[in-house]
């Protein structure tokens, strides 16, 4: 909503730089929760399950929010470009890089898991990511969306 309104009022700085508190604001915050999880992550585990019988969950647990957990930062940066381009209209963009971050999980999970296990599966989460970011965060920098126009000039 933000995107379009300003897009509206032809307001391309205010979007940029919301873009940029956006990313400011969720990077602190996803660290902060990243490190909090990962500092509590055995702790959080033993809410659901009993540490006496279920310490080899626990500990699986606790391995994949270490992933987890800082990978948040990646979803929170990639999201605040898809949601950028969304506002001001230019949504194949999000279909796109939903398609390219699906294929990308599914080849980082069949390159890694033979070598790493489960942890190559954890790691395609957060790589499949780092890679749906790629395509949004190119288009935003090449200004393409910029020339968008969500309503109609009135002219016919």
Same mark, same amino acid.
């Given at each position: 909503?933000? #995107?379009?309104? *300003?897009? &509206?009022?032809? =307001? ?8 940029? =508190?956006? +990313?400011?604001?969720?990077c602190?915050?996803? +660290?902060?929760v990243?490190?909090?999880? @990962?500092a ?8 659901? +399950? =009993? %540490?006496?019988?279920? $310490? $080899?969950?626990?500990?699986? &647990?606790? =391995? @994949? +929010?270490?992933?987890? /957990? ?12 898809? *949601?950028?381009?969304?506002g !001001?209209?230019?949504? *194949?963009?999000?279909l796109? !890089? &939903?398609?390219?971050?699906?294929? !990308?999980?599914?080849a @980082? !999970?069949?390159?890694?898991? %033979?070598?790493?296990g489960v942890? /190559? ?10 890679s749906?970011?790629?395509i %949004?965060?190119?288009?935003?920098y090449n ?5 968008? #126009? ?7």
């Amino acid at each position: 909503m933000y #995107t379009g309104q *300003n897009m &509206g009022k032809h =307001d391309i700085d205010r979007v940029c730089q919301g873009l940029r =508190d956006s +990313l400011k604001a969720l990077c602190v915050s996803c +660290l902060v929760v990243a490190v909090a999880v @990962f500092a509590s992550r055995r702790l959080l585990l033993s809410i659901f +399950l =009993d %540490p006496a019988t279920d $310490a $080899a969950s626990i500990a699986q &647990g606790a =391995d @994949f +929010l270490s992933v987890m /957990g800082f990978a948040y930062i990646i979803a929170a940066v990639m999201n605040s470009y898809l *949601n950028v381009l969304r506002g !001001a209209g230019d949504v *194949n963009v999000s279909l796109v !890089a &939903g398609l390219f971050e699906m294929g !990308a999980r599914l080849a @980082f !999970a069949s390159l890694l898991a %033979p070598h790493l296990g489960v942890w /190559g599966i954890w790691l395609a989460t957060p790589l499949s990511w780092a890679s749906g970011c790629i395509i %949004p965060v190119v288009r935003y920098y090449n200004k393409e969306w910029m020339k968008r #126009t969500l309503i109609g000039t009135g002219e016919k």
